[in-house]
């Protein structure tokens, strides 16, 4: 009984491919995030989307894509990927974008760009 | 805008011996105080988190935190490290200035000497 679940769990790539990151909440939150862990393990948050819509977007080249077809799910779709795009991506969600909500986050996805 | 700052990027412990992870915060109006833990390739879980109410907090796993305002601290401990706690440690503030986006300190990576 996954909470927050992603896929694919790895990713590796080529530079100037696209790809995809599925993120899936089975806890019935309103909100959902993007986050990107950097090689030094710095967390920031890239976007949020409450009840499929964008509520959060942080200074990310539009490269960069979110998409929600549903409040359960928030995908991310990357294009021409670059070097600086390996990271390890999560997913996390919130019953509501309150201060003191509690974010559950997903286990990440690894990904390289070769 | 808050910000937070994590004081010594690694610490180890050994088994039975007190945890100590500092973290100060700077935020221009009342914060939010979050502490996270990730465990080797895994996604992060909420150890505890101040939301003004009880300055003492406790969390899961024996930890607790106190937030002390004068200090601007929200230090996190645990009296007795056991082999399981080995793992990246993130002290996180929000607040209203920022729209109660969470923002993360650098990590403190813990680890237990047997």
């Known amino acids: 009984d996954t909470a927050v679940s992603q896929t694919p769990k790895y990713l590796v790539t080529q530079m100037g491919n696209d790809k995809s990151i599925k993120c899936e909440q089975n806890?019935?939150?309103?909100?959902m995030y993007w986050y990107k862990q950097d090689s030094k393990k710095f967390l920031k948050i890239m976007f949020s989307?409450?009840?499929?819509?964008?509520?959060i977007n942080e200074t990310v080249p539009n490269r960069f894509s979110p998409k929600s077809p549903d409040k359960a799910h928030l995908n991310l779709h990357i294009n021409s990927l670059e070097l600086g795009d390996s990271a390890v991506y999560f997913c996390?969600?919130?019953?509501?974008?309150?201060?003191?909500?509690?974010?559950?986050f997903g286990p990440g996805t690894r990904l390289t760009v070769l | 805008a808050q910000s937070v700052t994590q004081l010594g990027s690694h610490v180890s412990v050994s088994e039975g011996a007190l945890v100590l992870l500092r973290c100060n915060y700077s935020?221009?109006?009342?914060?939010?105080l979050f502490w996270y833990v990730q465990y080797p390739n895994q996604g992060l879980q909420l150890l505890l988190k101040?939301?003004?109410?009880?300055?003492l907090v406790k969390g899961i796993n024996g930890f607790e935190a106190e937030f002390k305002k004068s200090e601007t601290s929200f230090h996190l401990t645990k009296p007795s490290a056991h082999m399981s706690d080995a793992a990246e440690y993130f002290c996180?503030?929000?607040?209203?200035?920022?729209?109660?986006?969470?923002?993360f300190g650098a990590g403190t990576t813990v680890t237990v000497r047997a």
């Open positions: 996390a969600s919130s019953q509501e974008t309150t201060s003191t909500d509690t974010q559950y």
């Open positions: 806890l019935g939150h309103d909100t």
């Open positions: 989307y409450n009840n499929k819509e964008l509520i």
């Open positions: 935020s221009s109006v009342p914060p939010y």
């Open positions: 101040y939301t003004s109410a009880a300055t």
């Open positions: 996180a503030v929000s607040d209203l200035s920022n729209d109660y986006k969470l923002s």
